[in-house]
């Protein structure tokens, strides 16, 4: 017997509709808002091997609206170029009233990823607390592109909202994408913070010793270099280009045929004057990209410039491993920027510098009380 009318007619609209929800994800997968052609990748504008769509960035929507303070071409002899690394990312988070209005003695970005709360906070709870900042006249935002979990981004925006300090771009936030946050660096101070004398870069991992620095630009670094065309690092000479396909660091040489870098600094720290900055993310814009961002900034940029970086390599201490045994060995208060794994050595760190900076001003009679924050003594 065949199977009744009702049940046939059941069975083919149910085929039918099968059908017809199938040709759709199909086209929403072949033709969705984002296409191949859209997709800005700057790794080949540099002719190198092109890396995994999902770990290059996203793209914008097709009707973007860019902050009009920001610089959007390089300009000379009144003419426009086209831009080799335009870095066309929205904000998602931009904390327009840090500088505004303001004069500003030194303004830090730090490099952060998203989910780096923790890091983030022993900042503000150590080097970065308010009295300190506020007592020398300084800011301190964090720069990060964004990331796939709802979650963490969620907690992006509280903690944007609770301490307004927080800078992200569009781009998503991956290793080989620390161009694109050194870039997003260098654009918010040149279009947010032009006011700013000198700028500070520097990443989450790196403790300052904000009482040695502010006194080392103050009596050295303005009276010496002054306060134009200046970029003062821990400067690497004949670095080798890594050529194992094991490490991350590696570089093939189609993609960079020399064997040893130009000079170019250690992105843990390096302190630039105002128009440095500015100047350097013009040339960003007709410089193609290249991934490593170290070199790329400190290196590619600052040879685009014609300046000459000024070593400060007694400074730093990069090794995780022996900070606390160079710290109490330092006898001359030489050292300011310590490369450091745990937080607890950090806070740890952090009091043994600002006591000893209280002693030496106690004994000086320049200072009569410290100031206090949340969780440490800071002058």
Known sequence: MFPRLSTVFRYTTLLILILVSAIMIFQLGTNSDVTSDEIILPMEVYDIEPIRREDIMTSLPKHTTRSTTAVEDDRTDGHQHKSANPHSFEYRINPVTQCAGQEVFLVTYVHSAPANFKKRQTIRETWGNQPILKRHNVRVVFIMGTVSEAYVMNMVDMEANRYGDIVQESFVDSYRNLTHKAIAGIKWVSSYCPNAKFVLKTDDDILVNFHKFIEFIKSTVQKAYGAKGLIVC?????????????????????????????????GSAYLMSADVVDGMYRASMTTPFFWVDDYYITGMLIQRLNLTHRRYNQAYILNPGVVVDKFNNDKENNLVFFHVHKLRTMYQLWRNMTMKHLHKMSLSGSVSHPFKSSSTQSV
């Open 234 to 266: 821990n400067q690497w000479i004949r670095m080798k280009v890594m050529r194992d396909k094991r490490s991350k660091w590696y570089i093939p040489k189609e993609d960079f045929p020399e064997d040893y870098f130009p000079p170019y600094c250690s």
